[in-house]
């Protein structure tokens, strides 16, 4: 888990974590906080808590993903952003079927609302693929949160060169050579706090006087609704897609003929 302010959603979430009854180890980041977040994770006593790390300057994602990938001894690992709330057993159920199959690549909780699959129901059914006796709703990628994956899956398309906000792990590229990544299907859903649905989303951030979500911030959200609109268009575009066109597509449009098209639309 990597935390940086927001001590609203980082108590709730690794609270409810803590709550829940899975087997896990968790390595803890901190990018600097400075509104008590790692103050509060530092005191907290529980054996599943095997690593701490307080930087002092918020080095975003991929420093502390790689630091996780060394500390690590774990065969299958995941990562909680610090605004999910996992369900109870969600570890349970999704380490079998990751464990089993060598063609899984990350598998986690559904991170839309339920309803957004609920509108999508019979055209997403396309995508769900059997894994006997499991599942997956699949996708040429899936969001760095509430998910699980083989290690050795994560070191192979580990983006070494990344420094950005983003979890750094090469989704598009993993799917492109075989693997299978996806929400575990029947969906488990984890709550995105950030989502406006969520009773505790906070919406604005008081400090910088914008929207608290980094995906509404880059994309220049400057209301819950606009924010509430692009997450369920998005989740309508990703249910809808084919899987295997896809990849296709990933694979054209980053083959020799694919890159000098889009030198030429440029």
Known sequence: MITWNRFHYAKRTIDNLLATNDDFRLYWWDNGSSDGVAEYISALEDPRIVLRHK?????????????????????????????????????????????????????????FWPEDFERNAGVAQKKIRGFDPHRVLSNLGIGGTAFLMKKSLALKYLIKSHNGTAFPIDRAKMSAEGYCSGWYYPLIWAEHMDDPRSEYCLGYDESSGGMSALSAKVR???????????????????????????????????SILGRVMRRLRR
């Open 220 to 254: 220049g959200f400057k209301t819950q609704q606009e924010f509430l609109n692009w997450i369920k268009t998005d989740a309508d575009r990703i249910l809808d897609a084919d899987t295997s066109v896809q990849i296709k597509k990933y694979k054209f449009d980053n």
């Open 55 to 111: 930087h002092d300057s918020n080095v975003m994602q991929a420093v502390p993903t790689r630091w996780f990938l060394e500390q690590s001894k774990a065969d299958v690992i995941g990562k909680i952003d610090d605004d999910t709330l996992v369900p109870d057993g969600w570890i349970k159920t999704i380490r079998p079927a990751v464990e089993r199959h060598d063609r899984l690549g990350m598998v986690g909780c559904w991170t």
